[in-house]
């Protein structure tokens, strides 16, 4: 039976967690590679990508808070593709398109939009300075003055301007979108007393544009603070709630009016795309060059590893496997340096070697036992021969029976080594029948009764059947009983019985004989086995009757076993017996 190899010793399970690991490695890599690479590329992208959409954005969010129709912005479209090198696409909220840069080039939109243009709802992360309110400054509607208005703010600019400088006084100037001019200086009392003394209160004051507009902001204002339940407010140029008014609630109904009232002056909301035009789908993402080559390089790395852990495994499996390669060709004892199936084949390999050693010594054995059995009755007869030639014996019918009886052993002796040779090779021939054994144990008995000098009887117990070859089971039986009677003293008893156990059937043969050494049992039907080695063929046999029972009996599915306690007892077990 092969011994049992320790599952975490097997070849299958080590090369299996090899395997696992160069996988679970190189899959580990890849995947470090792709999540880094693309992490990268997306974030450069990203970064490309959002500058060139705040760009274009920007424009067209300016577009968007002056014109109140998205049809005349095909010019403005064109100068922000042109600047920013990338197809711009304006589209409804419904991806309906609106302006197209790239004409009428069929488009598969993104999933995602580059960014919302809506001048009431600014995107804080494309625009990062919008104020709270989140409406594009740009987006003036009723406040846009007039030409006379904004002549008027220049020159009362001007003059606050030439009063501060003579003053001594630092200021900024800077004009609004709506046209108005802001005047700011540097904080402190002293500076807001010279704005005033100045001229600033008069170039702070509602032209009348501003004014019907704050009064139309105000009705909504009051409005949605009226349906809220709030107390009425109104608002100023500042757009702050009036004193004590300033409350959550009250500024966002100044964001909800103020974002009714500008609604017919610009554009409604659209959805802006910013493609690349190389792919002209704006969702595909090339590797630069340095991405190409990390991917390569890892690649490489892992391949290596890969290569220096197969190198190192094969190594270590195909080591022993060279020793023993070696050691088949020596014709020696293999190595055993390992405790998986590798080192259990050399195990198996050395135990074949000794057995094959065994086996050599045991046909060299064979052949000189064969060779010391044939030379005795060939001597024999050799030697009566030329005694004869000689004149020194009369060819007499003395000679002549001597001379037959040892033809007779030769004959049996070559007849005994066929059948151990045929049943060897498994072409055992036999020919089963239907058998009374009362009938096969008669004619054993009587057959050999006054062959030798004791006593033999025979009994069988009921009337059992067999089915088996009588032929065979005769030889077998007929064995045991010369190898009973040659042992047996003159005074002895030889005693052959059958009986029926069970399913099988049993026959004995007993002998009141010296009995055989509990040390030479296991060997008795070794073939050519002598208890006594020294003794001679008349005495103690071939040493081939013993092994070719054994064999026949085997060749019908039964077994055979000897003990001696006091004597010597066979006992044949044939299987399929029953009584009539």
């Known amino acids: 039976m092969a011994p049992r190899i320790p599952l975490r010793r097997t070849l299958v399970v080590r090369l299996t ?16 590679l792709a999540v880094t690479t693309t992490t990268r590329e997306i974030q450069q992208e990203r970064g490309a990508a959002l500058s060139r959409a705040a760009t274009v954005y920007n424009d067209l969010l ?41 004409g009428k080039v069929p488009l598969s939109l993104p999933a995602e ?62 004009e609004l979108p709506t046209g108005r001019v802001r005047i700011t200086t540097a904080t402190g009392f002293d500076n807001q007393v010279r704005l005033f003394k100045c001229g600033l209160e008069e170039l702070q004051a509602p032209t009348t544009t501003e004014k019907a507009a704050l009064a139309q902001l105000n009705d909504l204002l009051h409005a949605c603070l009226q349906r809220q339940g709030l107390p009425p407010a109104a608002v100023g140029l500042d757009l702050t709630p009036t004193s004590g008014n300033d409350t959550l609630a009250s500024r ?45 390089l890892v690649v490489l790395a892992v391949v290596a590893v890969a290569m220096l852990a197969m190198i190192f495994v094969s190594s270590r499996l195909s080591l022993p496997l060279r020793g023993l390669t070696a050691a088949a060709v020596r014709d020696e004892r293999a190595p055993v340096s390992t405790r998986d199936e590798i080192g259990y084949l050399a195990q198996a390999f050395n135990s074949l070697q000794d057995r094959r050693q065994e086996l050599d010594e045991q046909r060299r054995r064979m052949v000189g036992d064969i060779a010391h059995e044939l030379r005795n009755p060939l001597n024999t007869i050799r030697g009566r021969l030329e005694a004869v030639e000689d004149g020194l014996l009369p ?102 019985t059958a009986f029926v156990e069970g399913s099988e059937a049993v026959i004995t043969v007993r002998d009141t004989g010296p009995g055989i050494d509990p040390g030479d049992l296991p060997h008795v039907f070794d073939r050519f086995w002598r208890a006594d080695r020294s003794r001679a063929r008349h005495t103690g046999g071939s040493g081939l009757g013993l092994p070719v029972v054994r064999h ?26 029953a009584e009539l």
């Open 17 to 32: 967690a090899i395997s696992v690991l160069i996988a679970v490695g190189s899959i580990a890599a890849t995947a470090w």
């Open 62 to 102: 300016g577009f968007a808070a002056r014109n109140p129709r998205w049809s005349d912005a095909a010019e403005q479209v064109r100068v922000a593709s042109a600047r920013s090198g990338r197809r711009v696409l304006v589209t409804t909220m419904d991806r309906q398109s609106l302006v197209d840069s790239g």
């Open 113 to 174: 939009a580059s960014a919302v243009i809506d001048p009431l709802k600014v995107d804080s992360e494309l625009v990062p300075d919008i104020g709270p309110d989140r409406v594009d400054p740009r987006a003036t509607g009723p406040f846009q003055l007039t030409a006379e208005e904004r002549v008027r703010q220049q020159t009362l600019a001007a003059k606050v301007t030439f009063c501060l400088h003579g003053d001594g006084v630092r200021y900024q100037v800077r």
């Open 252 to 296: 966002s109904c100044v964001d909800s009016a103020r974002r009714q009232q500008l609604a017919a002056f610009v554009a409604p909301p659209a959805l802006l795309f910013v493609l690349d035009p190389a792919t002209a789908h704006g969702n595909e993402l090339a590797l630069n060059r340095d991405g190409w080559v990390r991917i390569a």
């Open 395 to 496: 060819l007499d019918r003395g000679l002549a029976s001597v001379v037959l009886d040892e033809t007779l052993l030769l004959q049996r002796i070559v007849s005994d080594l066929q059948d151990l040779a045929a049943a060897d090779a498994g072409q055992l021939r036999l020919n089963p029948e239907p058998l009374r054994l009362s009938d096969i144990v008669d004619q054993v008995v009587t057959t050999h009764r006054g062959v030798g000098t004791a006593r033999l009887t025979g009994s069988t117990a009921g009337d059992p059947v067999i089915v088996a070859d009588a032929a065979r089971l005769r030889q077998a039986l007929g064995n045991l009983v010369s190898n009973a009677l040659r042992h047996t003293p003159v005074t002895g008893e030889v005693t052959v």
């Open 552 to 577: 026949l009996v085997e060749a019908h599915g039964g077994s055979v076993t000897a003990e001696s306690p006091g004597g010597a007892l066979f006992t044949v077990r044939l299987p399929g017996a």
